[in-house]
């Protein structure tokens, strides 16, 4: 429950849309937790616990990050199914697991889909009302 919880708190859940010319549109899911330097070690452990993910250092901050589709769906949808994250960032990630299932159904594939896509993104994060 403590990543969970430390999830509510620092994560961010996000969901990219890129428009490439001559080619489909490009979806991206993107889970982030960030933390100042000096908890390098936790947050290096998160790769080894969670089994996914990479550590990218910044001046001052450290983050974990998990693109992978593979992992977003092995991994941290059934973590987060089993403790579930509390309060105003469950919304967000409600969203992202809406715009991952679209995903795994290939919709994102598909015009109507990215459209769905990019409604439910609009509404995430800063975009929430």
Same mark, same amino acid.
């Given at each position: 429950?403590? +990543?969970? @919880? &430390? =999830? $509510?708190?620092? @994560? ?12 489909? =549109? ?10 100042? &330097?000096?908890?390098?070690? +936790?947050?290096?452990? #998160? ?5 996914? @993910? ?5 001046? @001052?901050?450290?983050? &974990?990050?998990? $693109?992978?589709?593979?992992?977003? =769906?092995?991994?941290?949808?059934? &973590? ?21 299932? #679209?995903?795994? %159904?290939? +919709?994102?594939? $598909? ?7 990019? %409604? =439910?993104?609009?509404?995430? %994060? #800063?975009?929430?009302?």
């Amino acid at each position: 429950n403590w +990543l969970a @919880g &430390f =999830t $509510t708190a620092e @994560g961010s859940f996000m969901v990219r849309v890129m428009d490439r010319p001559n080619s489909r =549109t490009q979806v991206l899911l993107r889970f982030k937790l960030t933390q100042h &330097f000096r908890d390098e070690q +936790l947050m290096r452990s #998160l790769v080894y616990y969670l089994d996914c @993910g990479k550590i990218y250092v910044s001046v @001052g901050s450290i983050d &974990f990050i998990v $693109t992978k589709f593979s992992d977003i =769906t092995n991994k941290l949808v059934p &973590f987060f199914g089993k403790y579930p994250i509390q309060g105003i960032k469950l919304l967000n990630y409600l969203d992202f697991l809406k715009v991952w299932q #679209l995903m795994k %159904n290939d +919709l994102h594939l $598909t015009s109507e889909g990215v459209k769905l896509i990019r %409604n =439910t993104k609009a509404g995430m %994060n #800063l975009g929430r009302k």
